[in-house]
């Protein structure tokens, strides 16, 4: 690995692996099915794993974003089990998404890589075994930036495209964003050397026009998923004004959404923190995903935990 992606990685390690020490673990046994190819690229298979409870599973999909600053880390399936385990035991099938990675690979690239994947899990659903209409995405960090842009800017399908995976919707139904940015233009960084962001992830590098286009704060309109903000309020890299900025932004445009600040966490949650956090993306998918769910929900919602 890249050292800038080591470095990287070390810093949302704690972040990544949050559901992997959330909750009971191994109440339900579970399948996996990896290596799914969702796409190629320059010759190059893009995979996903799936991990669908063996009994119980209620038809609903989530697409896990693996993410740490847009580069895509590849492990075990049976290594990652355990942190969607809170989300299994729902009932849910998860399906941890993988992209090309920077350096190599851009954001615009990375979009276009997990938009993909939901129009491919859309299209194959049957044979997965789940709801086509009940997809959900989650992600931390740079996996929720992604999570925020399926969102934000899914679309219909290309009724011209020949590949019929690209005849099919990208639009998700819920989204959950941990620690997520949100406005990718460097004068959105609230730290007085927000440029060194570009050295420490090189995927930030770019140009104002598409900066704005890869930023889901400016692409929020009426018709995007309900989402959830989890954020850290002592957040040094990603600050929660982030989170907030996005919050705000639905909530003109009447998308359901809740914020949630761990005043006291930083880019990782530990503790009480971790576990209210992990409750509270298991009841949004809940509501939204569910038979019953219709998208009502109470609009505007923000809230902090309490110190």
């Known amino acids: 690995m890249h050292g800038r992606e080591r470095g990287w990685w070390s810093r949302v390690g704690p972040v990544v692996a949050i559901l992997a020490v959330a909750g009971p673990v191994g109440a339900g046994e579970v399948t996996i099915t990896p290596d799914i190819v969702y796409g ?5 298979a893009m995979t996903c794993d799936m991990f669908r ?6 038809g609903a999909v989530l697409l896990f974003m693996v993410s740490g600053g847009w580069y895509s880390a590849w492990m075990p399936p049976a290594q990652a089990l355990q942190m969607f385990q809170p989300l299994t035991d729902r009932g849910y099938t998860v399906i941890a998404v993988r992209h090309g990675s920077s350096p190599k690979f851009t954001i615009p690239e990375a979009v276009d ?12 659903a049957a044979r997965l075994g789940v709801d086509p209409e009940r997809i959900g995405v989650f992600g931390m960090s740079a996996g ?6 399926l969102a934000t800017t899914g679309d219909d399908g290309d009724d011209a495209a020949a590949d019929p995976v690209l005849q099919t919707s990208a639009r998700v139904r819920a989204a959950c964003a941990w620690v997520a940015p949100t406005d990718l233009r460097g004068v959105a960084w609230s730290a007085p050397d927000h440029h060194k ?12 026009p598409e900066a704005a286009r890869m930023s889901p704060l400016l692409a929020v309109s009426a018709d995007d998923a309900p989402a959830l903000l ?5 957040d040094e890299l990603v600050p929660a004004d982030h989170s907030r900025w996005i919050h705000d932004a639905l909530t003109a445009k009447g998308v359901p959404s809740r914020l949630v600040v761990m005043e006291n966490a930083g880019h990782g949650f530990q503790g009480k923190d971790l576990a209210a956090a992990v409750a509270a993306m298991v ?3 809940d509501e939204h995903l569910s038979t019953r769910a219709e998208g009502a929900t109470a609009v505007g919602r923000a809230e902090s935990a309490p110190p």
């Open 197 to 208: 962001q570009y050295d420490r992830f090189p995927a930030l590098d770019l140009d104002q």
């Open 230 to 234: 989890i954020a850290g309020g002592k």
């Open 144 to 149: 929720g930036h992604l999570s925020l842009m």
């Open 53 to 58: 409870p063996a009994t119980g599973a209620n």
């Open 40 to 44: 190629h690229k320059h010759g190059l």
């Open 113 to 124: 890589d997990v938009r993909l994947a939901v129009r491919y899990v859309r299209h194959h």
């Open 283 to 285: 009841a949004w998918f």
